[in-house]
């Protein structure tokens, strides 16, 4: 008789006499799968909006010119100078067009674009309110920051006499798309602006600040003629963000910094995050993988004089631990499936009873088909795993010694 039909007979037999064993350890496993699976899509679903609300409205890399210290001609060993530090002012990159096309060349990195961001006054009646005025180039601004998806009125074309800015501003000068609002410079230097489109990025207070406009004007308006004070990047990974930036400041000597810098506290938050994650997911392993050992490792003790025949009719020890591997096998491919089934009932009864502050879906009833696979896989491995040891030793029983217990 061929192996696997003799084994796999065995097996189902000792799984249909101890059902209420199959059925517990089948249930342990289930959950473990569907925990496993639910949690694993749950954190990244979380992990990836979080990202996207966060990084959506930002670039990935910022560079800058340098920031101005003083010097001295003090020797080191006069400790008692003081110096007092230098006050910044708005400074242009040095030959910021090749440093941009330096950018865009270096690997990873997807988008650049320049811009002029420097600080001013948005006037409209008697309100004068204090905003970030950023020129942009608006195409090449877009592919770093897709503002057309931020869009509550008008569109994102800065360009010309055209400004753009957010709704919370908006709201406080009484303004909509079409009307016309003053920017005002530090300096006094003014111009008169339509409003082409108003925004929402979900940050009230960006969106009480941000003004876009033109590059040309916001040079002609912050006195930097054909100067940008930063350009923006978006690259491929998010996390070699930090690798590129640290490989564009040794190659242009700007300071450069990238979102790992500037938002320490997210990444640490998503880097606990997925720690909790891995531990959760080795608990639940270890403690199917013992659910299961330890079934099986009954099972052999109560099965000696049973096994002892068995390798008395010429079952060679192959095929009696092919009778356990087959169980703890079939723990796992069982468990996984009824586990995939019921992460997707959990996952789909979380979307309706979560919402985003917009009422927007918060998380996605869909399954990561890479995650069930990889649940799946895991499982069947410790199920195999875990009946590795009781099948090796029912393999091992003496027949004589089994037969006489």
């Given at each position: ?76 060993s ?29 690997a990873?990195?997807?988008a ?48 010309g ?41 979900g ?43 640290q ?10 910094e ?58 060679s ?38 919402r985003?502050?917009?009422g ?7 399954l ?16 195999l ?21």
């Amino acid at each position: 008789m061929p192996r696997l039909p003799f084994a796999l007979m065995v097996s189902l037999r000792y799984l249909r006499e101890g059902r209420m064993q199959t059925l517990l350890i089948l249930a342990g496993v289930t959950g473990g799968v569907a925990v496993i699976i639910f949690l694993t899509t749950l954190i990244s679903q979380l992990q990836a909006s979080i990202i996207d609300k966060t990084l959506g409205s930002q670039a990935h890399i910022v560079l800058k010119a340098p920031k101005a210290a003083n010097r001295t001609t003090l020797p080191p060993s006069q400790t008692a100078a003081i110096v007092q530090p230098r006050a910044q002012v708005l400074r242009a990159i040095d030959q910021w067009a090749a440093v941009a096309q330096l950018a865009r060349q270096t690997a990873g990195v997807l988008a650049a674009s320049p811009m002029l961001s420097g600080a001013g006054f948005a006037v409209r009646g008697d309100a004068s309110l204090p905003v970030a005025m950023m020129g942009v180039e608006p195409q090449a601004y877009q592919r770093i920051v897709q503002m057309d998806k931020y869009l509550k009125a008008g569109r994102f074309d800065p360009t010309g006499t055209n400004a753009v800015i957010g709704t919370e501003l908006a709201k406080d000068l009484g303004v909509t798309v079409g009307d016309k609002i003053r920017l005002v410079t530090m300096e006094g230097r003014s111009d008169t602006f339509t409003v082409a489109g108003v925004f929402d990025i979900g940050n009230r207070d960006l969106n009480r600040r941000w003004v876009f406009t033109s590059i040309s004007v916001a040079q002609t308006l912050l006195d930097l003629p054909g100067g940008v004070t930063q350009i923006d990047l978006r690259v491929t990974n998010l996390f070699e963000a930090q690798g590129i930036a640290q490989t564009l400041q040794r190659r242009t000597g700007l300071n450069v910094e990238s979102w790992m810098q500037t938002n320490a506290q997210l990444l640490s938050a998503l880097n606990s995050q997925s720690m909790s994650n891995n531990l959760i997911r080795s608990f639940v392993t270890l403690i199917v993988a013992v659910g299961i050992a330890s079934v099986l490792v009954v099972s052999v003790v109560q099965k000696q004089k049973e096994i002892g025949i068995l390798r008395a009719m010429g079952a060679s020890p192959r095929r009696i631990m092919a009778v356990f591997l087959l169980q703890g096998g079939f723990y796992g491919l069982v468990g996984s499936a009824l586990g995939a089934a019921l992460s997707l009932g959990l996952l789909q009864f979380f979307s309706k009873i979560t919402r985003n502050a917009d009422g927007s879906v918060l998380v996605s009833p869909d399954l990561d088909t890479s995650v069930v696979i990889g649940a799946c896989v895991l499982a069947l491995v410790v199920g195999l795993l875990a009946a590795a040891l009781p099948a090796r030793r029912a393999a091992r029983l003496d027949p004589v010694q089994a037969i006489r217990v």
